[in-house]
């Protein structure tokens, strides 16, 4: 049994040897995308770990074969995606350093948190993961290097455009973070023309492969773009009916295909009402669904005061208990920081109110009272919406759309029903 | 002298009723109360009127928290073992918001959906988890409890909110202000008060 292959378009084992995103390299790899030179250790090398307490024997000798490059990042990728529930190690120098960091990376298999998450979600335990060591490229390198994250189409209404982010001369792992304010993906098409067209390039040709929609994570090396990760679908809701549908249009999938992937829980949140709206002032993560509007405030003692003459949207970087009377307060909660799992997304969808995270287009100034946006000043008391499952805010009121009227939902709903 | 256990008992809560910090300090509510007035008179705590009012520190309480309870800390000699149980307590705290987050929102066919608290078996796997995360936080809490007694107090409020959830009541895990994540968060906000570290 094959313990180690070396990442190249002629590898055939399947994503239970080397993992889901190994083979997902390989796919691009095989599509002619530019992907960090490297190798896999299977998952089968996990599962002895596991078993015996050390690595298996002829591991040592097979990385040593790989000749690692001077640098490498060390990352895990089981079968079933488990996103940030196992260690990664960065800027590995070969010898010992790399095969220390296979066996944690290995070991974090078993961390309590991963074994939360596989009982959560119904995962075997002794499925193992696959280690992928790659040789490093450097978003920080020079004033041509960058990282960020983008989508197919968009992630939020499935429209047929690219959506994500980009961060200038910053490494992969602070984009991932949200602790850095990220700039509009399309802001690479006049910064890194070039970066931008392989990108674009990239993203049509996984689309064409996986027949989905996909998402790709992406390092740019002096002007050089690097494909690190690519996962098809992944969308909710309206915007999975959008892509289904308009696959279907464009010849891709047939109608049969579209249907089998729209799953019932997919028609049910694509039917929860939804913002529309022209221009988007910012965009965050969904992290409470439900559509809300109200007057700005910034600071936690300000939306407890203005609560009670109507309905007070809560600004703020984040949130701790210090702001739990604003939270109570507030009818609907931006965050310009953090994840799903933020103090402020936990609180409002255990009060049931739509909450936006990690706006990051946002800058709170409570000191003025004011909310920054795109040079943009909007004091407190101004009105805005905002759609705690797409994740937008509005300007002013906004007009919402039950989805039933969707025309990519009717068109969807027709050809499931019976002929 | 000030009364660090009513003051810092509140700095940790944030903002909240005189209901909460009575509980949380173990204090009868008249004797909190009366604490909370002395403290006002002295400008460390406001009290704020309306719907969504309650109990707050001023800036001016924050400060004299934060010199109390380091020299509390530095008299007790407790530094290092603070900062080793919050190195433990951060290894725990993203499972216990991972936690958290799929006891409110449960992914079904690959959409994030509102839990609705029908399904017993799922809601009981969340359970056991937090059960799980529990046997590990007894072991920070007791080393916090040892180090500095007032952080004693902490065990048995998440013992508390457990055991009740564990009753059927289950909303004490996520949903209440004495819910297992709110005690939780108090105790996170206390060791970063405590270790004078910034949120």
Redesign the interface.
């Known amino acids: 049994m094959t313990l180690v292959h070396r990442l190249s378009p002629a590898v055939t084992a399947d994503a239970g040897v080397l993992g889901g995103k190994a083979h997902g390299l390989v796919v691009m790899m095989g599509l002619g995308l530019p992907v960090p030179p490297g190798f896999v250790i299977a998952t089968s090398a996990c599962r002895a770990f596991l078993r015996d307490g050390r690595l298996p024997g002829g591991l040592e000798a097979a990385i040593c074969d790989m000749r690692p490059a001077e640098r490498v990042s060390v990352r895990s990728g089981a079968a079933v995606s488990m996103p940030g529930m196992m260690d990664t190690f960065l800027n590995v120098r070969p010898g010992r350093g790399v095969l220390e960091a296979v066996a944690a990376v290995f070991a974090s298999w078993h961390s309590p948190r991963a074994t939360s998450y596989r009982h959560l979600h119904d995962i075997p335990h002794d499925l193992g993961t696959a280690v992928i060591v790659q040789a490093m490229v450097f978003g920080d390198r020079d004033e041509h290097s960058g990282s960020g994250v983008a989508f197919s189409r968009d992630p939020s209404t499935g429209a047929p455009s690219p959506y994500g982010e980009v961060l200038f001369g910053r490494p992969g792992a602070d984009v991932v973070s949200g602790r850095t304010a990220t700039r509009p993906l399309a802001e690479l098409a006049d910064r890194e023309p070039g970066v931008w067209a392989a990108l674009l390039d990239g993203l049509a040709r996984v689309e064409r492969h996986y027949r989905d929609v996909c998402h790709v994570e992406f390092t740019f090396e002096s002007g050089r773009l690097w494909f690190l990760q690519v996962r098809p679908g992944g969308l909710a809701g309206r915007a999975a009916v959008r892509v289904a549908v308009d696959l279907v249009d464009e010849g891709v999938i047939d109608r049969a295909t579209a249907v089998r992937r729209v799953s019932a829980a997919q028609l049910r949140a694509a039917r929860t009402p939804r913002i529309v709206a022209a221009r988007v002032l910012a965009r965050g993560l969904g992290a409470s669904p439900g559509v809300a509007a109200g007057r700005i405030a910034v600071t936690a003692d300000r939306a407890a005061r203005m609560a009670p003459d109507g309905p007070v949207i809560l600004v703020r970087p984040h949130t701790s208990p210090l702001d739990m009377h604003g939270l109570a307060a507030a009818a609907g909660i931006v965050t310009t920081v953090g994840g799903p799992t933020s103090h402020a997304a936990v609180v409002a969808r255990s009060m049931g109110r739509p909450a936006v995270v990690g706006a990051s287009a946002l800058t709170v100034d409570p000191g003025a009272g004011i909310v920054r946006v795109d040079g943009r000043s909007l004091p407190e008391g101004v009105l805005i919406t905002i759609d705690g499952s797409g994740g937008e805010i509005v300007a002013g009121p906004a007009e919402t759309v039950a989805g039933d009227a969707d025309p990519h939902l009717q068109r969807l709903v027709g050809w499931a029903a019976p002929v | 002298m000030t009364d660090l256990l009513v003051l810092h008992t509140l700095r ?5 009723d005189l209901a909460r910090i009575a509980d949380a300090s173990g204090l009868p509510e008249p004797e909190a109360e009366s604490r909370l007035i002395d403290l006002a008179v002295d400008g460390l705590v406001t009290r ?1 009127a ?5 109990w ?1 520190l001023t800036e001016a309480g924050k400060a004299a928290d934060a010199r109390l309870v380091a020299a509390e800390l530095t008299a007790a000699g407790a530094r290092d073992a603070v900062v080793g149980a919050f190195e433990d307590f951060l290894v ?1 705290n ?2 216990l ?6 006891w ?2 449960r ?8 839990n609705d608290h029908t399904d017993a078996a799922y809601d009981g ?2 359970l ?2 937090f059960a ?2 529990d046997r ?1 936080a007894e072991a920070v809490c007791g080393a916090l409890g040892a180090a500095l007694p007032r952080f004693g107090r902490y065990r048995g409020r998440l013992a508390a909110a457990l055991a009740r959830a564990e009753a059927g009541e289950l909303e004490h895990l ?2 209440t ?1 004495t ?1 297992y ?2 005690v939780w ?2 105790l996170h ?1 206390d060791l970063l008060v405590t270790l004078g570290i910034p ?1």
Do not use: I, K, M, Y
């Not at chain 2, 940790?12 to 909240?16: H, I, S």
């Not at chain 2, 309306?50 to 309650?54: A, D, I, L």
């Open positions: 940790c809560l944030g903002f909240t704020t309306g719907p969504f009012g309650g707050g725990l993203p499972e918001l991972d936690l958290c987050s799929a409110h929102l992914q079904v066919d690959g959409v994030a959906t509102v796997r969340v056991a988890r799980d995360l590990r996520a949903d202000t819910s994540h709110n968060f108090q906000e949120r």
